[in-house]
Antibody, heavy 123, light 107 residues
Framework: EVQLVESGGGLVQPGRSLRLSCAAS????????IHWVRQAPGTGLEWVSG????????GYADSVKGRFTISRDNAKNSLYLQMNSLRADDTAFYYC????????????????WGQGTLVSVSS | DIQMTQSPSTLTASVGDRVAITCRAS??????LAWYQQKPGKAPKLLIY???SLQSGVPSRFSGSGSGTEFTLTITSLQPDDFATYYC?????????FGGGTKVEIK
């Protein structure tokens, strides 16, 4: 069974940093692109960032570009999101999500999601 | 960026009804369109991919259609478990974008 377990969320002051982790199991992690999607409470879904299976292709939403950094460690079956210069509008549940097809970063829907971790940015 | 617009934003229906949700893209996404179901406090769940392909394990009362810029999610014979919020998503190009969601409520 595919499992994605996020951790690292919490309450943080504006301007500070936080690092999210996603632990994967139940599938060949090293073969799949993985993404972060967030959802502010009571609102819709927003794609944040994605990384290809080997880390060669990376993308960011304009809203986080230059502040967030995605990375992965295939040896540890783990995905990370380093979030710097956090703002109030970064407050959201952050989901780790796996694409459906192995190998491709492009044209691949999200077929498995973690339960999410809540990041709250407030003074 | 490709903007995704869903309608209606809220849909009130009864068990057994047939319902349809529309998603329009600001430019063509070919058939690279997915539909997700989300229940309160839970992660989204993939229902339909490539506009009309049913994800494994999803009941056949869910179906998707369309291509280019206009897409539809149809639920035939709405069941109590189907009351949820539904999102479309284009995965043709980056940044990946979602529709604003359609909440299906009980009449």
């Amino acid at each position: 069974e595919v499992q994605l377990v996020e951790s690292g969320g919490g309450l943080v002051q504006p301007g500070r940093s936080l690092r999210l982790s996603c632990a994967a199991s139940g599938f060949a992690f090293h073969n799949y692109a993985i993404h972060w999607v967030r959802q502010a409470p009571g609102t819709g879904l927003e794609w944040v960032s994605g990384i290809s299976w080997n880390g060669d292709t990376i993308g960011y939403a304009d809203s986080v570009k230059g502040r967030f950094t995605i990375s992965r460690d295939n040896a540890k079956n783990s995905l990370y999101l380093q979030m710097n210069s956090l703002r109030a509008d970064d407050t959201a549940f952050y989901y780790c999500t796996k694409v459906g097809g192995a190998g491709s970063y492009f044209q691949n829907p999200f077929d498995s999601w973690g339960q999410g971790t809540l990041v709250s940015v407030s003074s | 960026d490709i903007q995704m617009t869903q309608s209606p934003s809220t849909l009130t229906a009864s068990v057994g009804d047939r319902v349809a949700i529309t998603c329009r893209a600001s430019q063509s996404t070919s058939s690279w369109l997915a539909w997700y179901q989300q229940k309160p406090g839970k992660a989204p769940k993939l229902l339909i991919y490539k506009a009309s392909s049913l994800q494994s394990g999803v009941p056949s009362r869910f179906s998707g259609s369309g291509s280019g810029t206009e897409f539809t999610l149809t639920i035939t014979s709405l069941q109590p478990d189907d009351f949820a919020t539904y999102y479309c998503q284009q995965y043709d190009s980056y940044p990946l974008t979602f529709g604003g969601g359609t909440k299906v409520e009980i009449k």
